[in-house]
C-alpha cells in the first residue's frame, strides 16, 4: 500500500509551480503546506481558506504537472511481480480522474484508492484481507502511526521524496523504518515480504 504525494510523486514542487503561476511564491521553512506560501517580497503568508482553494484547484487540473519520484516507478515495477500493489491516495476527490491519468501516465498501473484522514482504518481493512505480509509507505508521521495503531502487522516505510523536506519531516524511525531512497526502500519491502 503506497501513498502519492511526496512518495511516488514529487507534489510539493509540482505544487511550487503551480502557485508561483499563480502569483504566490514557496518558501520551504517548516513542514507544512500553507504556511510556507508568501505574496512574493512580503512576509504574508496566504490564508487557509485561499490556499485550501489553491490546492483544490491544482487537484482539479486535467493533468497534473508532477514529477515521478527518482526510482519510484522501477522499485514499484519490480515488487508487482510478486506483490499486489495499491496506491492509498488522500488526493481530493474532485481530482480523481486527473490522478489516475498520472499514475498510468507514468507507468503505475495499479489500483487507486481515495481516502482522507489518517489511513489506519482502510490499511487494516485491506490486510485484513489478505493472508501474507503486507507494507505501507507514506510520508506522513501521522498516517504511519495510525497504521501502526490500526494495523500493527502491517510493516510501515517513511519516504519523504524531496530532498528539501527531507530534514524537516517528523520521524520517528525507531517505529517506522524511514527510507528516502527508492532502491534501497525497494529492496527493503522486499526483504521485509520475504519476495
Ligand atoms: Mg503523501
Redesign the pocket.
Known amino acids: 500500500m503506497v ?5 511516488l510523486a514529487m507534489f510539493m514542487r509540482g505544487f511550487e509551480r503551480f502557485i508561483g503561476q499563480q502569483g504566490w511564491e514557496l518558501r520551504l521553512e517548516r513542514f507544512a503546506l500553507f504556511q510556507n506560501i508568501y505574496r512574493p517580497g512580503t512576509d504574508e503568508t496566504i490564508s487557509m481558506v485561499e490556499g485550501r482553494r489553491l490546492f483544490d484547484a491544482f487537484f482539479a487540473l486535467e493533468r497534473h504537472d508532477i514529477d515521478v519520484a527518482p526510482g519510484a516507478q522501477a522499485a514499484l515495477e519490480s515488487l508487482a511481480g510478486q506483490a499486489n500493489i495499491v496506491i492509498l491516495t488522500n488526493a481530493p476527490e474532485a481530482g480523481r480522474a486527473p490522478r489516475m491519468r498520472w499514475l498510468r501516465e507514468n507507468g503505475f498501473p495499479y489500483e487507486m484508492l481515495i481516502g482522507s484522514g489518517p489511513k489506519g482504518s482502510l490499511v487494516a481493512d485491506m490486510a485484513a484481507l489478505i493472508d501474507g505480509p503486507a507494507a505501507f509507505v ?3 508521521l501521522p498516517n504511519l502511526d495510525s497504521v501502526a495503531f490500526e494495523a500493527p502487522g502491517v510493516h510501515r516505510f517513511q519516504m519523504v521524496a524531496d530532498e528539501r523536506l527531507r530534514p524537516m519531516a517528523p520521524t520517528a524511525p525507531e517505529r517506522h523504518c524511514r527510507i528516502d531512497d527508492w532502491d534501497e526502500l525497494g529492496a527493503a519491502i522486499a526483504t521485509r515480504l520475504g519476495l
Open positions: 501513498d502519492v504525494d511526496e512518495v507514506d510520508d506522513l
